[in-house]
C-alpha cells in the first residue's frame, strides 16, 4: 500500500472539489439503471457514491425514500421519523428531496430546530428516547452522511426503531424496491414541492442538540471533568457536531478548545490521506495532523469524523492511538468504573479486531462477543444489556449508560471522545500510558492492514471459501489452532476467512466497493513475524484463488 507525497500535507487549491459541479449534477444526471456502477447499492453503512459518478444522484434519494416508506407501511411503523444530515455538500440537497417524499407519504418527520447538523449518535439517541416504553407508533430515522469519505461523495443510511443500522435483511428489501422505482421512471414516487413540504403540518421541528447534550452526563462522568486541572481539546474536522461542543463546554464548565469551527463543502482545511484524497478520517496520522500538531497543548484531545460517529484520540504521551488501542483501553477502564453496569454484561468486537482485546476480557471475566464486520452486530446486545460495549477496529464504539441501560445503537464519536478525557481526570493518566500498562502486562502486539488486488471473481472465491479448502496445519512457524469463516460469536458469515495461533492471526475479507480484498494481521512476536504472517496469508489466499479459477 503506497503512500502518496501529498499525504500528512495540507491540501493544494487544485485539489478542493468543484461544489458548483457537483450540485448541478447531483439534480441533471440520470443514472442508469442497467449500469451496475449506478444503481442503488446498501452497503453496511447504507448508499453511498458522488453525483459525479452518477451514483447519488436526486434519482437514487427519491427511490430510495419512497422505498423506505413502503418498508414503514409493510412494517407498521407509524411513527415520526428523525431525519439529519451532515455537513458534506450533497447531504443538503438530498434532504430536501427525502423530506419532499417523506411529506407527500405523510409522514411524520423530526427536523433539527436550527435548521443545522445532526450526528449520527443523536439521531440514535432521539429514536430510542421516544421509543422508550412504547410497543406501537415506533419512531425510526435517517442520517444524510457518507460518513468520512471525500467531499464530492453523500451518503444515505436508515436507522429502525431499535435505533441502529438496518439489517441486511432490511437494506435488500428498501434497495430492491428503490432499484425496481429507478428502472420504472420514478413513475410511482410520490413527491411535494419542497417549500410545500418543510410548511407541512407533519413536519416538526425538534432539539437534538438540547436533548442529547443534555443527556451525555448519564453516559460519561461529567462532573469529575469540572473541577479537573485537566486540559481539553476537540477538532469537529468541519463534521455534524460541529456547533455541539461548545455546548457540551458551556453546559458542563468544561476547559475545552474547541480547534475550529469552521465548516467548508471542500474540507480545504484537511491535511491529505494516505492515498492523495481528502478524507475526513478522525483514524488517519496523515488526516490528522492538525489537531496532531497541537498534541503537547492538551492533556488529551480527540477528533470526530463527520458524522461524529468515529473518534480519533490524540494523548500527550503517544499522540494518535491505534483505534484498537484506545479499543482496549477503553474497554479496561469501563468495566472496572461502571458498578451499574449488569455483572454479566460482555464485550462486542468484530473479527478484525486486535487480539490485545481478548486478553483485556480475559481477565476480566466478562464474555466476548466476537462478530462480523458492521456494527449492525451489536445492536441488540447494546439495545438488551448484554453487551456494555461494542467497537470495531475502525474507530466505532459505544457503550451503556452508567446505570447499565441503553445510550445508543449506533457508533458514538462524542461519547468515546469524551471517555478519553474521563479516564485521563479520573486515573492522572491519558489513554496513551494506560495502553502502554496493559501492554506490560499483556505483550505488544503488532497490527497492519493491507489492501491486495483481487478481481470480482477472485472476491467471489474468498467470500465462499471454507475451512475444508485451507491445506496450510502452519502459520508464520505457528500450529493454526482455528480457521473461521463464521464469528465465533454469533456464527454469521464473515464473508471471509480468518486465521489463528497462538500468537498472531490474520483475516483476509472481500472489498465491497474496490477491487482488492482487505488483509488483517496481528502479531505479538514482533514486526518480522508479522511481516511473515502477512506473506503466508497471501500465499495462502492466492492458493483459494487459483484453485477457484481452475472450476
Known amino acids: 500500500m503506497s503512500v502518496d507525497v501529498r499525504a500528512g500535507k495540507p491540501a493544494d487549491p487544485s485539489m478542493l472539489a468543484n461544489i458548483p459541479r457537483l450540485m448541478t449534477a447531483y439534480y441533471t444526471r440520470r443514472p442508469d439503471p442497467a449500469v451496475r456502477e449506478q444503481r442503488i447499492a446498501f452497503g453496511t453503512s447504507g448508499h453511498r457514491g458522488s453525483a459525479l459518478a452518477s451514483a447519488f444522484n436526486e434519482a437514487h434519494i427519491l427511490a430510495v425514500t ?46 433539527d430546530d436550527r435548521d443545522g447538523y445532526t450526528p449520527t449518535p443523536a439521531i440514535s439517541h432521539a429514536i430510542l428516547t421516544y421509543n422508550r416504553g412504547r410497543a406501537n407508533g415506533l419512531a425510526d430515522g435517517i442520517v444524510v452522511t457518507p460518513s468520512h469519505n471525500p467531499p464530492e461523495d453523500g451518503g444515505f443510511k436508515y436507522n429502525p426503531p431499535h435505533g441502529g443500522p438496518a439489517d441486511t435483511h432490511v437494506t435488500t428489501w428498501i434497495q430492491d424496491q428503490a432499484n425496481a422505482l429507478l428502472t420504472d421512471g420514478l413513475d410511482m414516487v ?100 492538525r489537531l496532531i500538531s497541537l498534541r503537547d497543548r492538551f492533556d488529551v484531545a480527540w477528533a470526530c469524523d463527520t458524522d461524529h460517529d468515529r473518534h480519533g484520540i490524540v494523548a500527550r504521551s503517544v499522540g494518535l492511538l491505534n483505534p484498537n488501542h484506545y479499543l482496549a483501553v477503553a474497554i479496561s477502564y469501563l ?35 466476537e462478530v462480523p464486520v458492521g456494527f449492525k452486530w451489536f445492536v441488540d446486545g ?48 491519558d489513554p496513551g500510558d494506560l495502553y502502554r500498562e496493559l501492554t506490560r502486562e499483556f505483550g505488544e502486539p503488532e497490527y497492519a492492514r493491507i489492501d491486495a488486488p483481487a478481481t470480482r471473481e477472485q472476491k467471489a472465491v474468498l467470500a465462499r471459501l471454507s475451512p475444508r479448502q485451507i491445506r496450510a496445519s502452519t502459520l508464520a512457524g505457528e500450529k493454526i489452532t482455528s480457521l473461521l469463516t463464521t464469528a465465533p460469536g454469533n ?33 505479538f512476536k514482533g514486526r518480522d513475524h508479522l511481516y511473515r504472517i502477512q506473506e503466508e496469508a497471501q500465499a495462502v489466499i492466492q492458493t483459494a484463488f487459483d484453485e477457484g479459477e481452475a472450476k
Open 66 to 111: 419512497q422505498a423506505i416508506c413502503r418498508y414503514r407501511q409493510q412494517q407498521g411503523i407509524d411513527g415520526p421519523l428523525f431525519l439529519g444530515i451532515d455537513t458534506h455538500a450533497l447531504s443538503e440537497s438530498a434532504f430536501a428531496s427525502a423530506l419532499e417524499v417523506l411529506t407527500a407519504n405523510a409522514v411524520h418527520v423530526m427536523i
Open 382 to 429: 447494546l439495545l438488551g444489556g448484554s453487551l456494555g460495549f461494542g467497537g470495531e477496529e475502525s474507530a466505532g464504539a459505544s457503550c451503556l449508560r452508567r446505570d447499565g441501560t441503553v445510550w445508543t445503537t449506533e457508533k458514538d464519536g462524542i461519547v468515546l471522545g469524551l471517555l478519553a478525557a474521563e479516564m485521563t481526570a479520573i486515573t492522572s493518566r
Open 190 to 289: 410520490k413527491r411535494i414541492p419542497f417549500e410545500r413540504a418543510r410548511r407541512a403540518s407533519t413536519t416538526h421541528r425538534h432539539d437534538y442538540m438540547g436533548a442529547y447534550i443534555e443527556d451525555l452526563a448519564s453516559v460519561v462522568d461529567l462532573e469529575v471533568l469540572r473541577g479537573a486541572a485537566v486540559k481539553l481539546a476537540v477538532d469537529p474536522l468541519g463534521g455534524a457536531g460541529v456547533h455541539y461542543w461548545g455546548m457540551i463546554a458551556e453546559r458542563y464548565h468544561l476547559s475545552l478548545t474547541v480547534v475550529s469551527e469552521v465548516v467548508d463543502p471542500t474540507f480545504g482545511f484537511m491535511t491529505v490521506d494516505w492515498d492523495g484524497k481528502i478524507r475526513m478520517d478522525c483514524s488517519s496520522p496523515y488526516a490528522m495532523q
Open 335 to 369: 468495566f472496572s468504573h461502571r458498578p451499574g453496569w449488569p455483572k454479566d454484561a460482555g464485550i462486542g468486537k468484530t473479527v478484525v479486531s486486535s487480539s490485545m482485546i481478548d486478553r483485556v476480557v480475559a481477565r476480566l471475566g466478562r464474555p466476548l462477543v
Open 491 to 523: 456464527h454469521a458469515p464473515i464473508g471471509g476467512l480468518k486465521v489463528v495461533t497462538q500468537s498472531g492471526w490474520f483475516a483476509a475479507r472481500p472489498s465491497g466497493t474496490e477491487e482488492v480484498y482487505k488483509l488483517y494481521v496481528e502479531s
